[in-house]
């Protein structure tokens, strides 16, 4: 179906009627030129075209429709919006252009192709698109669509469609069900894009995979792709499921035999047809569970369910544990329900485990659960005791209404255990207690019972005179040693105290001085070092240094247990400096160096022995 | 110069000794406007049992009101705070039970029940929030400060402190083991000054943590309904106290974030 206007054609028509009216009277070379002109004219003007097709002018909701946008000429202006058109989706599906230039005539074609998507059956009208080329406007002829809402006649059959089914279409609030999307294809196809809106008032539980089947359908056997999930009403009404889209592209019917059978298009080049899938409307009517008989302890849970309990032993010693399991097991929710109801004798110790709960999701069943609860039973007094009954209320899905599970727990025998009582009367009967539900490690440790409580934790003032108190005392002490130890010494045991502290500084500072003056004279470095260096054990010694002869000084040494090896090297050191200042002994940077270590080894050594 | 290097030392020790006593006196003085004034020692001794009493016979409620009362008189009570706890948690008031444990932990750091108890309680909280802040790398050293109180922490400080002016007094009068008193006595203050500087830290970073009561409560910008709301937290939610302005309380999370919440949703003891 075509929608186009070709306007400068009637021009053209009307130049060559003129011409050859023309010729018939015998017109001159003027005429000739005028034939020329106008021809060129026409040619020119023949360039600015626009048309608009459909690919299809009829179809269903399946099917999309291609519209194609065609402008020819040498100046093409914007392509125009698609103008709206209410029950159709449009989006652009792709532009190409071409350019020719035959003989120095210059031609421009662009092709632009919309995809038009009815959202609901009708005929639809496309309004006429304008679009200026070669400086006029151009508009297309408006089109008409037909779309019905089934499968258009001669296709009973359809290549694909889709089902929804649910295992339950009126189910109670908190009832799980199962709804599954089966997708039948008796095509091969392919870049499927599947859309679902999202669904208000339920809980979704998605099963993971699909399942994959074959299933004759009238004429065909069908590939089916089943999709499911999990709907957990939580409130009652009337509701729609969201209709599953399916995009894909499908092989063309009309195509050559070879392109069907390569609908990838790997061999044969561009391959099938775009095509939308719809499943078709389904209800689900939620019902309200009802206020009617419903019981005060009613647990929550929906659905249908067994109870079972046991204990591990019916008779234990005084002051030991049994544990009684209750087990609950069903197709429903238990997960957010009440536990069961259990009333045990006061005269025991219970102590409830954390519940497991187990939850099993299937694509038949929906939800399988299981919910075990274990409680620690001490028996603290001796005796057979009446444990009641263990009960749960549910909704059950199949009769409609609330019902009660029971199960009768029996009597549980305490005998009477002389070392309870005994370890009961230090402990009031906790250690069994406690290990008991450690050893379960999932509920509270029980209470400090015989724990200090009337200690004050805050910073008392006691406290804080203990914190200030013993530093301060060990302050005080430290204070009078020193006080002590200053008083006992007189101001010259004072002086020679602090020469004696600080003689090595003095001594490295003199030589270090005697060092930056040897480059100007050397005798008198060397005169300065040995100086320094008897003042120095002079003040280590507390003895007046600079009078000591180098043999006092030697035996000084040896007094106070210098290395005799060091005391060798000091007193050959002590008489080179005593040749050089006094008898006029050679000297160079080399003695003056080697004399200079020596002596800084001797002083180190000393002042580590005074 | 050994004069001076040890008066230095007794200088520097004492400093040192100090700080952590002027922490310990900030913790003293907010807690000396809690009530005080005990009851007769025998009035908390009939709650005590009648707590224990009322808690084995599935009186929960009656526990939590014994328990109460003798807080009123002390709230600084470990043991007290961690039986209201599970008292509290036997009642279903998972936020407020946790805000006790949290609170017993103050004076209780090392008591494994109570640690059993806030782990396993805080499996039933949504938020999965932490209950302390993070430390800085280098706060990490300082591995002993989670497991002490500040009291104890001081205690430790000032003993340490204590012992190593000892043994340099110890020194001054007995001059022949003089090497021998300076090489522990440095040893001494060393760990003297690691334990200040821990006590310190600890006082610095000290918070009061409680947990939120009601199921779930908006935290807001500032302290009024219609300020933004900044985050969410639910029942059991760990919170530290940062401010109080009327019916608004100013708390913090573990995780830095700060609002504003009505008094009504959060607990702190």
């Known amino acids: ?610 | 110069m050994l004069t001076t290097f040890r008066t230095r030392l007794l200088i520097l020790s004492t400093i040192l000794w100090c700080q952590p006593l002027v922490a310990a006196t900030d913790i003293a003085s907010n807690n000396s406007e809690l009530p005080s004034g005990l009851d007769p020692a025998n009035a908390q001794a009939t709650l005590w049992a009648q707590g224990l009493s009322s808690y084995d016979s599935g009186a929960y409620d009656e526990a939590i009101t014994n328990f109460s009362k003798m807080l009123v008189a002390n709230p600084a009570q470990g043991h007290v705070l961690y039986n209201l706890g599970n008292s509290l948690y036997r009642a279903q008031r998972t936020g407020e039970a946790l805000a006790a444990y949290y609170a017993a932990r103050r004076y209780l750091p090392r008591d494994p029940d109570l640690k059993a108890n806030i782990a396993y309680v805080e499996t039933f909280t949504t938020d999965k929030l932490k209950s302390q802040f993070p430390q800085a790398p280098w706060q990490q050293a300082f591995f002993w400060l989670p497991q002490i109180t500040l009291t104890e922490s001081a205690y430790l400080t000032a003993g340490v402190a204590g012992i190593a002016i000892l043994i340099f007094a110890l020194g001054l009068f007995l001059p022949n083991i003089k090497k021998a008193t300076l090489v522990i006595n440095a040893g001494l203050s060393a760990v003297s000054a690691a334990l200040a500087i821990g006590t310190v830290i600890k006082g610095q970073n000290f918070s009061l943590w409680g947990a939120v009561t009601s199921e779930q409560v908006a935290i807001h910008a500032d302290k009024n309904q219609e300020a933004a709301v900044v985050f969410e937290l639910r029942k059991g939610a760990p919170v530290s106290l940062q401010e109080r302005d009327g019916n608004w309380t100013m708390i913090k999370i573990s995780d830095g974030k700060k609002g504003w919440v009505e008094n009504d949703n959060v607990r702190f003891y």
């Open chain 1, 1 to 610: 179906m075509t929608g186009k206007m070709h306007a400068p054609i009637g021009i053209m028509f009307t130049s060559f009627a003129r011409l050859g009216a023309a010729c018939r009277q015998g017109a001159n070379r003027f005429a000739l030129l005028v034939l020329c002109l106008s021809s060129a004219i026409s040619t020119a003007a023949i360039g600015g075209t626009l048309s608009g097709t459909l690919d299809k002018s009829q179809g269903n909701l399946n099917d999309e429709f291609v519209y194609t946008l065609t402008a020819e000429g040498n100046e093409i202006g914007d392509i125009p919006e698609f103008p709206p058109v209410t029950g159709l989706r449009i989006h652009q599906g792709g532009t190409s252009n071409s350019y020719s230039n035959i003989n120095g005539k210059v031609s421009n074609s662009y092709e632009v192709r919309f995809i038009l998507e009815p959202e609901h059956a009708g005929t639809f009208v496309i309004p006429p698109v304008t679009m200026t080329i070669d400086g006029k406007q151009e508009k297309t002829f408006p089109l008409k669509l037909d779309v019905t809402k089934d499968q258009v006649k001669g296709d009973t059959e359809p290549e694909v469609f889709i089902e929804r089914i649910l295992s339950d279409d009126t189910p109670f609030v908190g009832e799980a069900i199962v709804a599954k999307t089966q997708i039948f294809t008796r095509v091969q196809f392919s870049q499927p894009r599947a859309s679902v809106d999202p669904m208000t008032g339920f809980q979704k539980i998605e099963i993971q995979g699909e399942k994959n089947f074959r299933k004759a359908v009238g004429a065909f056997t069908y590939n089916v792709i089943e999709l499911a999930e999990i709907l957990i009403p939580s409130q009652p009404g009337d509701f729609q499921m969201p209709t599953f889209i399916l995009q894909t592209v499908i092989p063309d019917p009309n195509a050559p035999a070879a392109r069907r059978r390569d609908p990838f298009g790997m061999l044969s080049g561009p391959r099938g047809i775009r095509k939308k899938y719809r499943s078709q409307e389904k209800f689900i009517k939620v019902k309200p569970l009802p206020t009617k008989g419903r019981p005060t302890d009613f647990s929550g849970a929906v659905g249908r369910f067994q109870l079972k309990a046991n204990l591990s032993a019916a008779e234990i010693p005084q002051g030991e544990t049994t544990t009684l399991a209750v087990e609950l097991v069903g197709l429903g929710r238990l997960k957010g329900a009440s536990p069961p109801k259990i009333t045990l004798p006061d005269t025991l110790k219970v102590y409830a485990d954390k519940p497991v709960e187990e939850e099993r999701i299937d694509r038949d069943k929906a939800i399988g659960s299981k919910s075990i609860y274990k409680f620690a039973l001490v028996g603290n007094k001796a005796g057979s005791f009446d444990l009641g009954k263990v009960t749960f209320w549910y909704f059950d899905t199949d009769s409609g209404s609330y019902k009660q599970l029971q199960h009768n727990l029996g009597s549980l025998v305490v005998t009477a255990n002389p070392q309870f009582q005994q370890a009961g009367a230090a402990t009031d009967g906790l250690t069994t207690n406690k290990q008991a539900v450690k050893t379960l490690g999932e509920d509270l440790i029980g209470l400090h019972r015989n724990a200090d409580y009337t200690v004050d934790h805050r910073t008392t003032t006691a406290d804080f005179i203990w914190i200030i108190g013993f530093p301060s005392l060990a302050s005080l002490c430290a204070l009078g040693g020193l006080i002590r130890r200053r008083l006992a010494q007189n101001p010259q045991q004072r002086h020679q105290r602090q020469r004696k502290t600080k003689a090595l500084r003095r001594y490295t500072q003199a030589t270090a001085t005697a060092i930056g003056s040897n480059s100007q004279d050397l005798r008198q470095a060397v005169l300065t070092v040995e100086k320094a260096f008897k003042e120095f054990v002079g003040d280590k010694l507390a003895i007046e240094g600079r009078a000591l002869t180098t043999a006092e000084l030697t035996q000084q040494l040896a007094a106070i247990g210098t290395d005799p090896a060091m005391i060798t090297t000091a007193q050959k050191v002590l008489n080179d400096l005593d040749q050089v200042n006094y008898g006029g002994g050679e000297i160079n940077n080399s003695r003056f160096d080697s004399w200079l270590n020596s002596l800084q080894q001797i002083a180190t050594e000393v002042d580590k022995l005074c």
